[in-house]
């Protein structure tokens, strides 16, 4: 199975800071690594797929980059509405294993 | 407008059995595979078990492998999960997503169903 690994597990931030989270996978993965934000009773949201494709509706501040097996998202400007947890996953193969999560927190 | 409705969730005794429901509406199903993904209070997200648009191909996390089985039924729009042999430990919100695309991203969630496993 391909273990992914994200850091750090915790961040505070202020609003308008950029911010950066890094995902790593235990072997090459190609580009087949999503993003997600999950804020508590809600279902948890795509923000990027293939690496570095944002999904529909999802704000320009979000990027993602990488390839092989390191990989980032990076949100350029925090907004209060993107505290929550952050989660990488890929769909290279099966199982298709979510990072541990990144909670995002206001400093 | 894309919409999953999970059920069946609810308190089942260890060793027992459970079967969720996901109701898809909004897109043409059998053009997608789907998933479910499942999280304990207060951890992660873990994915649980994958299929294909026809069944055809099904996946499982090495943690429900031989105990759970996906399914789906086209002509009613419908994913299901059996949960058997249940265990404290599969206690969890469980989702059902829809795998989009060719990087098969899950694109859209619904809110989950709660299973608790206690004796």
């Known amino acids: 199975d391909i273990q992914m690994t994200q850091s750090p597990s915790s961040l505070s931030a202020s609003v308008g800071d950029r911010v950066t989270i890094t995902c790593r996978a235990s072997q090459s993965i190609s580009t087949y690594l999503s993003w997600y934000q999950h804020k508590p009773g809600k279902a948890p949201k795509l923000l990027i797929y293939a690496v570095s494709s944002l999904q529909s509706g999802v704000p320009s501040r979000f990027s993602g980059s990488g390839s092989g097996t390191d990989f980032t998202l990076t949100i350029s400007s925090l907004q209060p509405e993107d505290f929550a947890t952050y989660y990488c996953q890929q769909s290279y193969s099966t199982p298709r294993t979510f990072g541990q999560g990144t909670r995002l927190e206001i400093k | 407008e894309v919409q999953l409705v999970e059920s069946g969730g609810g308190v089942v005794r260890p060793g027992g059995s459970l079967r969720l429901s996901c109701a898809a509406s909004g897109f043409t199903f059998d053009d997608y595979g789907m998933s479910w993904v499942r999280q304990v209070p207060g951890k992660g997200l873990e994915w649980v078990a994958g299929?294909?648009?026809?069944?055809?191909?099904?996946g499982y996390a090495d943690s429900v492998k031989g105990r759970f089985t996906i399914s789906r039924d086209n002509a009613k729009n419908s994913l299901f999960l059996q949960m058997n042999s249940l265990r404290a430990e599969d206690t969890a919100l469980y989702h059902c997503a829809r795998r989009g695309g060719s990087y098969q991203p899950l694109d859209y969630w619904g809110q989950g169903t709660l299973v608790t496993v206690s004796s």
């Open positions: 299929m294909n648009w026809n069944g055809g191909s099904t």
